[in-house]
């Protein structure tokens, strides 16, 4: 199953242009309601133009716009924003006509509170029409708004993966200086190994591995996650030949997994981060866990280990000051329609790092009743241990 980014949208809020936007679009719409009321009432009430005018824009608007506040919450600032057209115009058959009933009822009660007279008979007919046309222009104008800013995200999401895979392509060429030469003769070194060094002979041929994973990952553009494991298990046995005993890893992958499609090399900066920056200044060492896992937004991943910790989250994780590894892979899950890292402090002592990597919907439906939230997951200690290498 191949991976498509998904744009994610940013919470909506009033910008200073679209108050702007807004204000002219009802000053606009109360012109023209003023002007038809005046124009079909001039028979019995000519000149009334002004007054009307007065009371539109007094009176009348800005209660629409205090009626229109809940109803853009209710599409723009809740799961509804990401809902289907099909939800969404079910939802406004709903939402007109209680919005255009909340009005009239409260504009013609304010009308009776101040003493004044609005229009009777069968003219109040203007008082439902006009306001459910103002309703449809209105709601239709901002979900284009929105989608249109969807859009824009979207195109500027995919000029950064463009931009990423060409930076990939050109570190790829850079890498392809003749790599044979280097694993032909890690395998000399290798073979002139005597018998009785076999844990040096098998450090070397790991050592190949990560390198021919690594040039193999800067070549594609999504890989099997199973590959992802292999490679960070080879990483990992070159690092615990340095650090011994003081490093421990446990992995906690479903192999139902293995062969999920993803971007390469998101998880390693995640693991060389806790063993450099987390264990190795320990001198007791610690554990490192790799948690991969199904949920309802996707594939969650968590990277947690028990060393020395950080004393404050990176408050932003684009900052120099957060990173390069860290910095790297939150900038190419933000590309990706994930939400980026999130880094928490581990209990006692140690760091989380996580992250939600949408998937299509396809798979999402996959996520079996228990897979549909990601829970914080235990790190066993040295005695539990199921699943090291």
């Not at 900066?269 to 199904?294: D, F, Q």
Request: charge should be neutral; glycine fraction near 6%; hydrophobic fraction near 45%.
């Amino acid at each position: 199953m191949t991976y498509s980014p998904i744009a994610t949208l940013p919470p909506a809020r009033f910008s200073r242009g679209s108050v702007v936007a807004i204000l002219a679009f009802y000053v606009v719409f109360a012109v023209f309601y003023a002007a038809t009321i005046a124009y079909a009432s001039q028979e019995f009430d000519p000149g009334a133009f002004p007054s009307y005018l007065r009371r539109v824009l007094l009176l009348d608007y800005p209660l629409k716009a205090l009626w229109t506040l809940p109803v853009w919450w209710l599409f723009f600032r809740t799961p509804l924003d990401k809902a289907a057209w099909s939800t969404k115009l079910l939802v406004h058959l709903v939402a007109g006509p209680l919005w255009v009933t909340g009005w009239f009822v409260s504009y013609y009660a304010l009308l009776d509170w101040l003493g004044e007279s609005g229009i009777g008979g069968n003219g109040r007919v203007w008082d439902v029409y006009i306001p459910a046309l103002f309703y449809c222009v209105q709601f239709g104008l901002l979900h284009v708004a929105r989608y249109t800013q969807q859009l824009r995200l979207q195109s500027q999401r995919e000029q950064q993966l463009q931009v990423q895979a060409h930076q990939s392509e050109v570190s790829a060429l850079k890498a392809q200086i003749n790599p044979h030469f280097l694993f032909n003769t890690l395998n000399s070194i290798s073979a002139s190994v005597p018998p009785e060094l076999e844990t040096t002979r098998e450090l070397i041929a790991r050592l190949a591995h990560t390198f021919r994973f690594a040039l193999e990952a800067s070549r594609q553009e999504q890989l099997p996650l199973g590959d992802e494991i292999s490679f960070l298990r080879s990483y990992l046995e070159l690092e615990k030949s340095r650090f011994g005993e003081r490093l421990s890893v446990v992995f906690q992958v479903d192999e139902a997994l293995h062969t999920q499609l993803l971007p390469p090399m998101l998880i390693q900066p995640l693991v060389e981060n806790a063993v450099r920056h987390g264990l190795a200044p320990s001198v007791a060492g610690g554990m490192v866990l790799i948690h991969v896992s199904r949920v309802s937004a996707g594939l969650h991943v968590e990277v947690a280990d028990t060393g020395v910790g950080i004393k404050e989250v990176p408050s932003d994780l684009l900052l120099p000051s957060a990173g390069v590894g860290l910095r790297n892979t939150h900038a190419r899950l933000l590309a990706l329609g994930s939400a980026g890292l999130k880094i928490t402090q581990n209990a006692p002592h140690g760091m989380r790092v996580s992250f939600v990597l949408p998937l299509p919907a396809a798979a999402q439906l996959a996520a079996t009743p228990a897979q549909k939230e990601a829970e914080p997951i235990e790190i066993p200690t040295k005695a539990t241990l199921q699943s090291t290498f």
